[in-house]
């Protein structure tokens, strides 16, 4: 019973975002001062991408991190989790797989970077993400989360919840979705409206993850090191790979998206470059993550590989 909404304890999880609405409009009016702002379009520097089933986290005085961000929200839900005196935060790009852990693991990662400042601070929430979807999975999604959190021995004050019917827009008869991205000034806390252009480093293997079952929710970033971590993880080989290739972008969109009328146009090409990673990889343990996958940033704030694999790239 740890949950605290406008300052208020609760003594159990609302059982839908519609009766958190009724019950708590402040949360109507939290909504209608973020969407007043124009999403921004964020460029590479400084920027820490944060892939479906990813989690980072860090704090202000980051020399490398200035953004955390993350976009390609339809039925997903950006958790963004700050403590209001040390300014740690972290980010996480939940749809579903691995809720319970993914919480426990934010909660646990913002508290170590916060100690010594808790005296007179808060672990503040904010829930952006998830469209009204005829099957509800935002609405399940966002629950879980809730409830993931109540479970925990701390409260956490849930400031923002731009979710579900308040996060969403029809058109033709289609339900869209209000907020695609998030991004959040690690400085300064706020958090925003966001598309970014580049996802960083390895994006059909971290794809990969979701397409084959991985159910873990990654913690991609070392801050005290300056290191992305991509796994070292396996997934097991995905039968009928060739044959998924050889569909009509159609056919995949269908058939692999939860919301396939609003996906953004990247996300067939997103699911073909995967399949492919997949083809050529079956098994990553022995072919990809023979040294830990890091890339770490360098002169600029972009990111490379130092090890053996040499990937220079960079992320925006």
């Not at 605290?4 to 909504?31: C, K």
């Not at 059909?204 to 993880?233: E, H, N, S, W």
Request: aromatic letters at 8%; one cysteine or more.
């Amino acid at each position: 019973m740890v949950l605290v909404f406008n300052g208020i304890v609760q003594d159990e999880v609302p059982p839908d975002s519609r009766t958190l609405f009724h019950n708590h409009s402040f949360y109507r009016d939290a909504v209608t001062s973020l969407l007043s702002v124009p999403p921004k379009v964020i460029g590479p520097m400084g920027l820490l991408y944060v892939q479906q089933r990813e989690m980072a986290v860090t704090v202000p005085h980051d020399k490398n991190v200035s953004i955390l961000g993350t976009d390609d929200l339809t039925t997903c839900i950006a958790l963004v989790l700050r403590h209001s005196v040390s300014g740690a935060v972290g980010l996480a790009h939940l749809d579903g797989a691995g809720t319970e852990e993914a919480v426990a693991s934010i909660l646990q990662r913002v508290q170590e970077l916060g100690l010594g400042y808790q005296e007179g601070g808060r672990l503040e929430l904010q829930l952006i993400g998830g469209v009204s979807d005829s099957h509800n999975y935002s609405e399940e999604l966002f629950y879980n989360i809730l409830h993931a959190f109540h479970k925990q021995t701390v409260e956490v004050d849930l400031t923002v919840a731009c979710v579900c019917e308040l996060n969403t827009i029809v058109r033709n008869g289609v339900r869209w979705p209000i907020i695609y991205g998030v991004g959040i000034n690690i400085k300064s806390g706020e958090v925003f409206s966001a598309t970014f252009p580049d996802k960083g480093p390895d994006i059909p293997l971290r794809f990969a993850r979701q397409l084959t079952g991985v159910q873990q929710v990654l913690d991609v970033y070392d801050c005290a090191l300056g290191l992305l971590k991509i796994g070292p993880f396996n997934y097991d080989p995905l039968r009928g790979v060739d044959l998924w290739l050889e569909q009509p972008d159609e056919f995949i969109l269908q058939h692999l998206s939860t919301t396939p009328d609003v996906e953004p146009p990247h996300f067939v090409m997103q699911i073909r470059d995967a399949f492919k990673y997949i083809q050529e990889h079956p098994f990553p343990a022995v072919t990809v993550f023979r040294d830990n996958l890091l890339f770490e940033f360098t002169e600029g704030n972009h990111l490379c590989n130092p090890g053996s694999l040499r990937k220079e790239t960079m992320i925006e």
